[in-house]
């Protein structure tokens, strides 16, 4: 299903996206905004993407202007984080402050400092830096998936 979003949707949809992400007024109410199945689209970009109701940033998007906390992970991470693997504490380096538990946040590598997945946090920046081992984020999108390669 295709379907251009009309202003009082784009309105509704800058609301959802200022409660979940601080993001105000992020669509003008004269973008040619599109959703197509569960992807939210503009100048034929995907900028989110809908699971269980939530819009979440594509990486995509956050390659241009991230706004969400993030984690940096080690060089030894990125190839398990990108083919999909959750990210375990182990392979963590730097926390954010402010992450609390169920947040989406991005992750990064520490060399290069780009985005490599997004995913949703299983514990708060605190608990997050006092975990030793296990998992930690839950992967939802990175490169190299069928989103990301996606048009």
């Given amino acids: 299903m295709r379907k251009h979003l009309s202003k009082t949707e784009i309105k509704e949809l800058n609301q959802k996206l200022n409660v979940s992400y601080n993001l105000n007024e992020f ?7 599109i959703l197509e ?3 939210i689209k ?3 970009e995907i900028y989110f993407f809908y699971k269980n109701n939530t819009p979440i940033p594509s ?7 991230n706004f969400l906390n993030k984690i940096t992970v080690d ?5 398990f ?7 375990m504490r182990p392979g963590i380096l730097k926390v954010e402050d402010k992450i609390k538990k169920g947040d989406f946040i991005v992750i990064v590598d520490e060399t ?3 985005p490599l997945a997004v995913g949703k946090s299983l514990f708060n920046s605190e608990a997050l830096r006092s975990q030793t081992s296990g998992k930690s984020v839950e992967n939802i999108h ?3 998936d069928e989103l990301w390669n996606k048009n």
């Fill in 112 to 114: 290069h400092s780009k």
């Fill in 27 to 33: 669509f003008n109410k004269k973008d040619l905004v």
């Fill in 37 to 39: 199945d569960d992807l």
């Fill in 42 to 44: 503009k100048d034929n």
């Fill in 142 to 144: 990175y490169v190299g």
């Fill in 81 to 87: 984080v990108t083919n999909g693997a959750d990210i």
């Fill in 75 to 79: 060089m030894g991470a990125v190839k």
């Fill in 59 to 65: 990486l995509k998007l956050l390659l241009k202007n």
